[in-house]
């Protein structure tokens, strides 16, 4: 990494509670490629005013994560179709003073369900109901999965959200058959690093056993709860870590104009791990 100076671009992050995951890899990519660029995350105090110091300061680059997804809609002069289509931003760059808000969130979601080969007939329970949630059930949806559940204890947020995509709602994951389906997915909190929930499992043992596929959005850890839980029942797993790369990649071309090539992103994946 080149040292501070006058010319330097910054990019940033904003999250409650960030994670050193994507300052890692866009530093580590900015290095290999010879870029005097330089990345950052922050949590802010205020979100208004984080917003006014990219534009103000011409920071490039800023992503954004729980729980600002939404909250930022405001802030910015234009929404790409990628954000506008689902209400929701993890991803802000800065043209001269023009804010323009794109979800690179969907771009993942969208390339992990192909990637995978996971068969649109299956059956879905998706617990929460935030940005990432719309991100990922419009994913779902323009995959063709029609047998999809949102599990959301917030009943406005989670009506909101199903009847945009035509899926059903729960308030709570319930018991029995309908406590179970082919594909779980996680977009909560629950499992999180740092968090109050960071060693607990955000579906029962009984909803790992009766899935085929199971899918933790959370990236910090890489292994968390739900993910461990799922290789020892021998599960096929996505995993947050494999979101994150993807948007966070999707984010890097976004700043910068710049595609790496697979070995450099591999690379890049790599170290991030080793953290």
């Keep these: 990494m080149p040292i501070l100076n006058k010319d330097m671009t910054l990019c940033i992050s904003l999250s409650a509670r960030p994670s050193n995951n994507g300052t890692r890899f866009h530093n580590y990519l900015y290095d290999q490629l010879g870029l005097n660029w330089i990345y950052k995350a922050f949590a802010p105090t205020d979100l208004a005013q984080a917003i006014a110091g990219v534009r103000g300061l011409g920071i490039r680059g800023c992503a ?10 405001a802030l910015v002069d234009v929404m790409d179709p990628s954000a506008k289509a689902i209400d929701s931003v993890n991803t802000i760059v800065n043209d001269a003073g023009r804010l323009t808000a794109y ?37 779902l949806r323009d995959a063709g ?11 406005a947020a989670g009506r909101a959200l199903a009847d945009l995509y035509g899926f059903a ?22 499992g999180m690093a740092g968090g109050p929930d960071a060693e607990s499992l955000s579906f029962p043992a009984e909803a790992v056993d009766a899935a085929n ?28 870590a494999e979101v994150a790369t993807i948007q966070a990649l999707e984010q890097f071309v976004l700043y910068t104009g710049i595609r790496p090539t697979d070995r450099q992103v591999r690379d890049a994946e790599a170290f991030v791990r080793a953290q």
């Design 64 to 73: 954004v994560s729980m729980p600002y997804k939404e909250d930022v809609i």
């Design 103 to 139: 979800n690179t969130d969907y771009t993942a979601i969208e390339q992990l369900l192909e990637r995978n080969a996971v068969p649109t007939e299956y059956s879905v329970l998706l617990k929460g109901a935030g940005g990432m949630a719309k991100a990922t059930a419009a994913a």
């Design 145 to 155: 999965f029609k047998d999809v559940t949102i599990i959301a204890r917030n009943e």
């Design 213 to 240: 596929v199971v899918f933790d959005v959370v990236a910090l850890p890489p292994e968390t709860p739900l993910i461990k839980a799922a290789r020892a029942a021998g599960k096929k797993v996505i995993t947050g």
């Design 169 to 190: 709602w729960r308030a709570d994951l319930g018991s029995g058959p309908d406590a179970t389906a082919d594909m779980i997915i996680n977009v909560t909190p629950v």
